[in-house]
């Protein structure tokens, strides 16, 4: 079956539409991300957010929309706990992870009936793409857009020299919390596209790949959509011939355009180096 022909399913129009919309997402709120080294507190988010899928599958709620409130809910706690409460924000991540996951298995494990299908939710079936997720992406990247746009210096200033922010009456407290809040939704958003497992790869090796090539914050959140959306639509195409799982095709994806960037980089400079030479 060739492209042209998938185009005529709407299961996979859906996929594109998400992979568009989630590069999107990722690229932007991922650039920040990256630039104020908050990755391992995405790390927490994303595992935390398996308690509020757990409480979506026992009390019969939408696993994602419970995901959803249980992650900000974790955001914001870490937050207060590492800003408010003279605890170490590592160890803020740790309670909030933990309890997530913990949360998660006992009320997974104690849910009446069948054992619910968690690997759509653990490592991500992008091809399980709704319309209702169509349509929030949309909202989110919209949001995001705006935002970036209009707080784009206040941001820029926050991610790279907090203090210096503060000095010039710039809303940190907001801009942080704002962000902290759009990196939970965007997480929970996402999960369907490479799963809990392996999406905080999707918040950093795009812009650890648009990083080789430019140091401009704008350009890296431009070139890491650009990379996540190449990535993720290869992934999607290939993890279907192959017949594998779209999420971990679609991080392998990601990683070998890293790894060929790096690779050309140096292959560069090698050659620039053996002309100086010669």
Not at 52 to 72: D, E, M, Q, R, T
Not at 238 to 245: D, E, F
């Amino acid at each position: 079956m060739d492209f042209v022909e998938l185009l005529g399913y709407t299961f996979f129009r859906n996929a594109l539409w998400g992979s568009l919309l989630a590069s999107i997402a990722c690229g932007i709120i991922g650039s920040y991300v990256v630039a104020r080294r908050m990755v391992f507190i995405s790390g927490g988010i994303t595992h935390a957010s398996f308690g509020g899928i757990g409480i979506g599958f026992y009390f019969g709620f939408n696993p994602i929309l419970s995901a959803l409130v249980f992650s900000v809910l974790s955001a914001f706690g870490i937050q207060w706990l590492s800003k408010n409460q003279n605890v170490r924000e590592d160890s803020a991540i740790g309670v909030f992870w933990s309890l997530g996951m913990a949360v998660g298995i006992i009320l997974i494990f104690l849910t009446p009936g069948y054992a619910p299908n968690l690997s759509e939710y653990l490592f991500g079936n992008i091809l399980t793409i709704s319309h209702m997720d169509i349509v929030l992406l949309t909202i989110l990247s919209l949001v995001l857009v705006l935002f970036f746009t209009f707080f784009y210096r206040s941001i820029l200033n926050v991610s790279f020299d907090k203090e210096f922010a503060k000095t010039r009456g710039l809303p940190v407290a907001f801009i942080e919390y704002t962000l902290i809040m759009l990196v939970a939704v965007t997480i929970v958003l996402s999960i369907r596209l490479v799963g809990i497992v392996l999406l905080i790869s999707l918040l950093t090796v795009p812009q650890m790949t648009a990083n080789i090539f430019t140091n401009r914050f704008s350009n890296i959140m431009v070139i890491s959509v650009i990379i996540s959306f190449v990535g993720s639509v290869v992934g999607l195409l290939l993890s279907y011939t192959l017949n594998v799982p779209s999420g971990a095709f679609i991080i392998f994806v990601l990683i070998a355009i890293f790894l060929l960037a790096k690779l050309g980089v140096f292959l560069q400079k090698a050659v620039k180096e053996l002309k100086v030479k010669s």
